[in-house]
């Protein structure tokens, strides 16, 4: 069953903005921090950045002064703000939240992923 779904992805000339969002289905509830992974080919999996249920963000080295992490508590939804986009930054993202579905346990849950292409 898909639990958390992503949008946005797409190509981006380098230096330009870029946004993508992940929501929560309906089933999800109690969500508590939320954020993003990247992962470029033939490279580790990255964290880029996190936010907690009260909106404090935390962000890599890598993506620091240029990405903003949001989110809405009331529609369980989150979004990326991407800006001054470079090469370095293509990869496919990955959202996830710490959360239950249902009357299920609290874990990670994670979408699909989307991918994102800065060019020149």
């Known amino acids: 069953q898909v639990y958390v779904v992503e949008s946005g992805g797409g190509l981006v000339r380098a230096g330009g903005s870029h946004r993508l969002s992940c929501a929560a289905s309906g089933v999800m509830h109690s969500i508590n921090d939320m954020g993003w992974y990247r992962q470029a080919l033939g490279k580790q999996r990255e964290l880029v950045a996190t936010?907690?249920?009260?909106?404090?963000?935390n962000y890599a080295d890598s993506v620091k002064d240029r990405f903003i992490i949001s989110r809405d508590n009331a529609k369980n939804t989150m979004w990326l703000e991407m800006r001054s986009l470079k090469a370095a930054d293509t990869a496919v993202y990955y959202c996830?939240?710490?959360?239950?579905?249902?009357?299920?346990?609290?874990?990670?849950?994670w979408g699909q992923g989307t991918q994102v292409t800065v060019s020149s």
């Open positions: 996830f939240m710490n959360a239950i579905a249902g009357f299920g346990p609290r874990r990670d849950y």
């Open positions: 936010v907690t249920r009260d909106n404090i963000p």
